[in-house]
C-alpha cells in the first residue's frame, strides 16, 4: 500500500498530510519558501518540525505544492531537500497553482482561479496547465485579491472617501494612523500581506454601498483583466480557491451571471481537493 505526503505550503505555513492504510493525518510546518530560506533551512526546519511527527513511517510518495515554485531553481531547492531526507519516495515539486487546479477541477478541464493574499488564474486541461494569465504581483497586478481589496480600504480612508459611520469604524477596528500606514505599505517587508489584512473590513461590514462597491469593483477587475482573456471561459466551468474567493463567492456569483460564465466550485483551501486526487 502506498504511503503518501501532500503538503500545501504557503511562506508562513505548510499543511501537510499523511495518507496511510485509507486514513489522514495532519501536521502543521512553518511555511516552506525557497525565496526566504535555503536549503540548509528548509532542511533543518524539516528535520525539527516535520519528521519527528512522522515516527519513522516509511513514505513511498510526496507530493509538494508551494508558493514561488514556478521558478525552476526554487524548485529544484525543494526538490533536492526532500530527495534528501526522503530518498525512497518518489517526489513531485509543483505549484500552488497546479494544486488550485487538481484540488477544483480534478482530472476534468476547467478555468482554476485562486483569490487569497494574491491572486492567479489559469486554464487546465485536465492534466496540465496550458494558458495562464500573467500575474504582476501586488504593486502591479493581483486584481481581486486579498492585497488588491485591502488596498482599496486603505484608499478610502485615506482619502477620506468613507462617510463618518464608516470612517468611524475604521478607526475603531484598526486603530492606525496614516503615518503608521505608510511606513508599513513602503518601508516595512511583506507590504502585501499587511494591505491583505485590511480586506477583513470589508466582510465585517457588508450591505454598506461602500463596501460593496469596493468588492464588486476589485473583483470585476479580475474577471476583466483575467478571465476575458480565456477563450475556454465561455465555454468551462470557472472555478476559485482561497480565503476572498470563498469569502465573497455571493458576488463572484453575481459577476458570473452578469458575464453568462459558469460558476464551477468555490472552496477556502486545496487540501480536501488534493487527497481525493492522489487518493
Not at 21 to 33: A, F, L
Not at 44 to 57: H, Q, R
Amino acid at each position: 500500500m502506498p504511503v503518501i505526503l501532500i503538503a500545501d505550503s504557503g511562506a508562513t505555513k505548510c499543511e501537510w498530510r499523511l495518507v496511510k492504510d485509507g486514513k489522514n493525518k495532519t501536521i502543521i510546518t512553518q511555511g516552506i519558501s525557497p525565496y526566504f530560506l535555503n536549503a540548509a533551512q528548509i532542511t533543518a526546519l524539516l528535520s525539527k518540525e516535520l519528521l519527528p511527527k512522522l515516527k519513522d513511517t516509511a513514505v513511498t510518495h510526496i507530493h509538494f505544492y508551494g508558493t514561488g515554485l514556478s521558478n525552476e531553481a526554487n524548485a529544484a531547492i525543494v526538490k533536492k531537500v526532500l530527495k534528501q531526507l526522503f530518498p525512497k519516495a518518489k517526489t513531485e515539486v509543483q505549484t500552488d497553482l497546479l494544486a488550485a487546479a487538481r484540488a477544483l477541477c480534478g482530472r476534468k478541464k476547467g478555468i482554476a482561479c485562486i483569490l487569497g493574499t494574491g491572486s492567479n488564474s489559469c486554464y487546465y486541461d485536465g492534466k496540465k496547465i496550458v494558458k495562464n494569465s500573467p500575474g504582476l504581483g501586488y504593486v502591479l497586478g493581483d486584481e481581486g485579491s486579498g492585497a488588491y481589496l485591502g488596498k482599496k480600504v486603505v484608499q478610502y480612508f485615506l482619502y477620506n472617501t468613507f462617510d463618518e459611520e464608516l470612517k468611524a469604524r475604521f478607526e475603531k477596528r484598526f486603530q492606525v494612523t496614516a503615518v503608521e500606514i505608510l511606513d508599513h505599505v513602503y518601508k516595512q517587508p511583506l507590504a502585501n500581506r499587511y494591505l491583505a489584512s485590511y480586506a477583513i473590513f470589508l466582510a465585517e461590514n457588508r450591505g454598506h454601498y461602500m463596501i460593496e462597491n469596493i468588492i464588486e469593483d476589485g473583483l470585476n477587475d479580475f474577471f476583466f483583466t483575467h478571465l476575458y482573456k480565456y477563450r475556454e471561459s465561455w465555454t468551462l466551468p470557472i472555478h476559485f480557491i482561497g480565503s476572498i474567493a470563498f469569502g465573497f463567492r455571493d458576488v463572484l456569483k453575481e459577476l458570473c451571471n452578469t458575464y453568462e460564465l459558469e460558476l464551477g466550485t468555490v472552496i477556502k483551501a486545496p487540501m480536501q481537493g488534493l487527497l481525493a486526487y492522489h487518493r
